[in-house]
């Protein structure tokens, strides 16, 4: 088994609220120091990473459009990408063209995937969702998008 690494991507971090002139994340060079498995970005992140002001959810989506169309361009690997609720389920709609179903509410939309929630993927022919927003893994009461709490 090989071992596994990863890279700081600003393109699928969370999008900007009005919260985040209030945000506090790590340098570059803090993460390696906290975590010996993050390895280097051909296009390291510039500090700050994340977005200095609100975003549009449009200008959320174009930016995972873009990561995703060079990432696949560039790879035959598996991939896992980890992200926030706005960016995973923009992820969805960019690579099936479906939205993000929560299954609590009925409701559809791509911001609507859950903090720790888990989507898989199979690329291997048409896109296809072959788990989408699966929250069994976590207890009652632990399933949130940001601040609210989905019951």
Known sequence: MTE??????????????EW??????L?????RDQYPRCVD?????AWPWWPESEEPQDDVQKRVDEYLEDLLANTDEDVL????GATTGAAVS???GQNVESKPTGSVGYALHYNAALTAIDMIED???????????LEVGDVASNIKTIE
């Open 127 to 137: 896109p296809t969702i072959i788990i989408e927003n699966c929250t069994a893994h």
């Open 20 to 25: 985040i002139t209030e945000f506090e994340g």
């Open 27 to 31: 340098k570059l060079q803090e993460i």
């Open 4 to 17: 596994s690494s990863f890279r700081p991507e600003p393109s699928i971090a969370e999008a900007a609220g």
């Open 81 to 84: 990408l980890v992200g926030h």
């Open 94 to 96: 960019s690579l099936c």
């Open 41 to 45: 970005a051909t296009n390291a992140p």
